[in-house]
């Protein structure tokens, strides 16, 4: 199995733009987390997914940030418009039907925002 | 509201033994989890204590009391290469996982 695939693997991108950061989970798994970690705010876990449905989106900052799952095979986070202060490494993770016992993650989208 | 705490580092020599501790307040536990991440890299998933007690993996045990709400890592036999972050994550209703801020393990030869 190919594990979590995130895409792009590093993001530039000035203020006011749109940042999409798109995860594939790996085949099978039912849940789908989105995290963004920085050195001061540690690893926050933003949304997750159970059967492609949002089930806790409470972690997400504001307006700004939305997510989405369309199918089983990809997920999307959007930023719009995107802040500097949006800059950290964003995490996609996946587990199976046991929840959160075990969760793979992506190798994460490192995102600056100038 | 929730919250972890876990010392922010932890410097021990090669072939020793290390524990990191994790406390935690939270509502609605189910869990306790660990991961490692070394620099740059992701966090992968290391043990997972749902019941009070000691789990066993390779080099790697920890631990849980739940009525302390308390549990460590126990890392044995220290390698270079286990040089990482180790965060605890405590496991909430649906799966979803709070993380500790991380210890910083620094293993020096």
Redesign the interface.
Known sequence: DAGVIQSPRHEVTEMGQEVTLRCKPISGHD?L?WYRQTMMR????LI?F?NNVP??DSGMPEDRFSAKMPNASFSTLKIQPSEPRDSAVY?C?S?GT???????????TRLTVL | GQSLEQPSEVTAVEGAIVQINCTYQTSGF??L?WYQQHDG?????LS?N?LDGLEETGRFSSFLSRSDSYGYLLLQELQMKDSASY?CAV??Q?????????TELSVKP
């Open positions: 849940y987390f540690g690893l926050e876990l997750y159970n089930i806790d995490f993770a587990s046991s929840g959160g016992r075990e969760q793979f993650f992506g190798p994460g | 189910y869990g989890s890299g992701a966090p992968t998933f997972y749902a965060f496991r909430g649906g799966g979803k996982l709070i993380f500790g801020q991380g």
